[in-house]
């Protein structure tokens, strides 16, 4: 009797084995895919292992009547009174679970396999005493003294696990497709890869060869005794476009060089490239502004001093004389570098106003015949007066259309980018004339101010509206009247050009539209 009972035992247990390899082959179906089928392997054979460490069966053998004969709980045999009730119940066809349809079933099939839930309210009854979840198997067996066989499984820590590593599972995927991020673990000999979708993703259908050698150089490294971690970034093709991605890879566990596994993650910089380069640029821009912030100080400091060095001078020698004559010509003096550092300190406001985007503009219609031939008037008195053109023979005229026109702009900003080129026109012609005018085409006019003076080198044409810039430094000026007619021009919505011949004339011209 106790060899029948041991052999019995033994059975048992390997049709529990077979049980919970075909329970959870099943559950395995459900498993999201994670990588490639060794992977799927692999988590198959950890839920067995787990399920084989933590399962003890429990069963009973009944009679052809369906009375029960025999009773083992966790491996060992009870009381056949122990138990009266519950899922291993005295009579096999009184539980609750043999149902009419059931036993149809274990008749045609011999064999009945179902996952019971207590917690469920048809099984009510049962008194388990706590809500758990079984397997349960009713086999029909050949044998004098018995013919059914009930095999219990308490499966409920297995399948609170297995739900706790699919919900991890399922948190990691969804955290690295939102994050972009992949996580990859692999054997570098076997290369039995588990891997996030969003790993394979970030490298694309084609790796690009370069990378993929890198990558493989790196690993035999590791064979060969590299303990260092790898990071490379590189371009990669996907399909939604050129991706930037950033490869890191280390070392997780080493037992020998036949099994080295490691860690690799990549992630999508494309947004961080971007950034990068942004932030490269803007460098560059505020090293370039650096520069020029430097040379401009540098620049207003020397531009300051020289009138403020002869007002300081000449109002010594104003103040230390008595002769009429020369109190006279010192006042003149002081007066005309007063003039020129005033024209020097609106024009630096003027130009940081406009860089700052801070200067308002206000928009009025402008007669231009009459505002050119003011502008031409005070000019003409201009040479008659100031002793700096004393020794000069221009002729000023004006080519202008017979019927008055207008242009709606910031008349400010419009009169001084005239008269400033009106000045520089004047300054570097000794004899000869000087001319302004204008024509429209559409909506745009195009106004010239020509003159036949000396004229600007090829080579000395670009630096032309660089600030503080001076051609020629016997000339008197600061180097700001081009440049702020470009920026005054910029902000209106003109544009400025220059076209000059060497000893023989300049003419620059700039365009504005019919309104601002």
């Not at 999201?32 to 067995?48: H, I, M, P, Y």
């Not at 198997?137 to 590593?165: C, G």
């Not at 000019?379 to 008055?404: C, F, R, W």
Request: charged share 25%; glycine share 4%; hydrophobic share 40%.
């Amino acid at each position: 009797m106790e060899i029948i009972i041991a052999a019995i035992v033994i059975i048992v247990v390997i049709t529990a084995a077979l049980v919970v390899f075909i329970l959870h082959s099943q559950k395995s179906k459900e498993i999201k895919e994670l990588g490639q089928s060794d992977s799927r392997a692999d988590l198959l054979r950890e839920k067995l292992a787990l399920i084989y460490a933590e399962s003890t069966p429990n069963f009973a053998l009944y009679s052809e009547a369906g009375e029960r004969k025999l009773l083992v709980m966790n491996g060992v045999k009870c009381d056949n009174q122990f138990v009266s009730g519950g899922i291993l119940c005295n009579n096999l066809f009184e539980n609750p679970i043999l149902t009419t349809e059931f036993q149809e079933k274990l008749h045609h099939e011999k064999s009945i396999d179902c996952k019971l839930d207590t917690s469920e309210n048809i099984y009510s009854n049962l008194n388990t005493g706590n809500n758990a979840i079984y397997h349960v198997t009713i086999k029909e067996i050949e044998n004098q003294e018995y013919k059914y066989m009930v095999i219990l499984l308490d499966i409920t820590t297995n399948i609170e696990n297995i739900q706790e590593k699919e919900k991890f599972r399922a948190l990691v995927e969804f955290a690295t497709i939102r994050s972009s991020v992949g996580i990859a673990y692999y054997n570098i000999r076997r290369r039995n890869i588990t891997a996030t979708k969003s790993w394979y993703k970030n490298l694309g259908p084609n790796l690009p060869p370069k990378i993929k050698e890198s990558i493989e150089t790196y690993l035999q490294s590791v064979v060969n005794g590299n303990r260092n971690s790898f990071t490379i970034d590189f371009e990669t093709q996907t399909p939604t476009g050129t991706t930037w991605i950033r490869e890191h890879i280390f070392i997780h566990t080493i037992t020998d060089k036949d099994n080295i596994e490691v860690i690799d993650l990549n992630m999508d910089i494309t947004n961080l490239k971007e950034s990068e380069n942004i932030l490269i640029v803007l460098n560059k821009q505020v090293m370039e502004t650096k520069k020029e912030s430097d040379k401009f100080l540098n620049s207003i400091s020397h531009e300051v001093r020289t009138p403020l060095n002869s007002i300081v001078g000449f109002s010594n020698l104003f103040v230390n004389t008595s002769n009429t004559e020369e109190k006279k010509k010192f006042e003149e003096i002081i007066h005309t570098n007063i003039n020129q550092l005033i024209e020097l300190v609106n024009n630096i406001i003027l130009i940081a106003r406009i860089d700052a985007h801070t200067i308002r503009l206000i928009e009025e219609p402008i007669p231009i015949n009459q505002m050119l031939k003011t502008l031409l008037e005070e000019s003409v008195q201009m040479l008659k007066e100031d002793k700096a053109y004393a020794d000069k023979n221009i002729i000023l005229t004006a080519n202008l259309p017979q019927n008055e026109n207008y242009i709606t702009t910031d008349k400010k900003l419009f009169v001084q980018v005239f008269a400033n080129l009106l000045s520089n026109a004047l300054k570097f012609t000794q004899n000869g004339t000087v001319t302004i005018g204008y024509t429209k085409e559409n909506s745009l006019y195009r106004f010239c101010v020509t003159d036949t003076g000396i004229g600007i080198a090829p080579e000395n044409m670009e630096k032309l509206f660089d600030r503080f810039e001076k051609i020629n430094t016997f000339t008197q000026g600061t180097g700001l009247g081009l440049p702020l007619c470009k920026s005054i021009l910029q902000t209106i919505g003109g544009e400025i050009s220059v076209k000059s011949i060497l000893h023989q004339g300049t003419e620059f011209s700039f365009t504005l539209p019919e309104k601002l």
